[in-house]
T-cell receptor, first 114, second 117 residues
Framework: AQSVTQPDIHITVSEGASLELRCNYS??????LFWYVQSPGQGLQLLLK??????LVQGIKGFEAEFKRSQSSFNLRKPSVHWSDAAEYFC????????????FGRGTSLIVHP | DTGVSQNPRHKITKRGQNVTFRCDPI?????LYWYRQTLGQGPEFLTY????????KSRLLSDRFSAERPKGSFSTLEIQRTEQGDSAMYLCASSSGLAGGRVETQYFGPGTRLLVL
C-alpha cells in the first residue's frame, strides 16, 4: 500500500518570498501524485498532478512541483507567495494499478506574513 | 456551476440522532467517493461508488454508516445513532471513471461539517 508524508505541519513565509512544501511518498512502482489546496471551511481544489512524462509539473496559481524518483519526493514550489495563498496544502499519492483510492498526507498549513 | 455540490453545508445534531448528507457529483462522472476529514488531518477514505455499485468500503465505515447511490447520480451518506466522535467534515468527490484501472483526478465538493453535541 502507498503512503505519503508531509513533514512540515506549519510553514510561515513572508509575502513575496519563495515557498517549498515537502512531500515524500512510499510506493513500489511509479506513483500518481497530486497536490491539493484547501481554504478554511472549503473543499479541496486540485493544484497539479503527475501521472507520467516531464517530472516538472506546472499547476494553477503559479505553483509547480517536481517528481524526484530517487528521493521519493514531490515537493511543491512557488517563486513568490501572495497573501491569498494562505491555506492548507495536501499531497496525495495514488497507485498505478489496482486501487482507485489515493492516500492523502496530513497537510501543511501555510501562513503568509505581510 | 457544474462542480460537486454537497448539502447541507453544516449540521448540528445531538448524540444518538440520525443524519443524512447528500452529494451531487459532476454530471456524467461515474465514480463517487466519500471522505472524512478531522481537524489537522487529511481526508480519510470512507467509501467509493462506480455508477450505482458500492465497490469499496474503508474499515472506518462502521455499521452505523451507510451510503447509497441509487441511480448512479447523487449519493447519500447516513450516520445512525451519531456519536461525538463522528464530528468531522464529510467530503464528497467525483471523477470521470474513464481512466480504467487506476486512480484519477478527483474533484471535491465543499463538504458538510457535522457537529455532534
Amino acid at each position: 500500500a502507498q503512503s505519503v508524508t508531509q513533514p512540515d505541519i506549519h510553514i510561515t513565509v513572508s509575502e513575496g518570498a519563495s515557498l517549498e512544501l515537502r512531500c515524500n511518498y512510499s510506493y513500489g512502482a511509479t506513483p500518481y501524485l497530486f497536490w491539493y489546496v484547501q481554504s478554511p471551511g472549503q473543499g479541496l481544489q486540485l493544484l497539479l498532478k503527475y501521472f507520467s512524462g516531464d517530472t516538472l509539473v506546472q499547476g494553477i496559481k503559479g505553483f509547480e512541483a517536481e517528481f524526484k524518483r530517487s528521493q521519493s519526493s514531490f515537493n511543491l514550489r512557488k517563486p513568490s507567495v501572495h497573501w491569498s495563498d494562505a491555506a492548507e496544502y495536501f499531497c496525495a499519492v495514488g497507485a498505478s494499478g489496482g486501487s482507485y483510492i489515493p492516500t492523502f498526507g496530513r497537510g501543511t498549513s501555510l501562513i503568509v506574513h505581510p | 456551476d457544474t462542480g460537486v455540490s454537497q448539502n447541507p453545508r453544516h449540521k448540528i445534531t445531538k448524540r444518538g440522532q440520525n443524519v443524512t448528507f447528500r452529494c451531487d457529483p459532476i454530471s456524467e462522472h461515474n465514480r463517487l467517493y466519500w471522505y472524512r476529514q478531522t481537524l489537522g488531518q487529511g481526508p480519510e477514505f470512507l467509501t467509493y461508488f462506480q455508477n450505482e455499485a458500492q465497490l469499496e468500503k474503508s474499515r472506518l465505515l462502521s455499521d452505523r454508516f451507510s451510503a447509497e447511490r441509487p441511480k448512479g447520480s447523487f449519493s447519500t451518506l447516513e450516520i445512525q445513532r451519531t456519536e461525538q466522535g463522528d464530528s468531522a467534515m464529510y467530503l464528497c468527490a467525483s471523477s470521470s471513471g474513464l481512466a480504467g484501472g487506476r486512480v484519477e483526478t478527483q474533484y471535491f465538493g465543499p463538504g458538510t461539517r457535522l457537529l455532534v453535541l
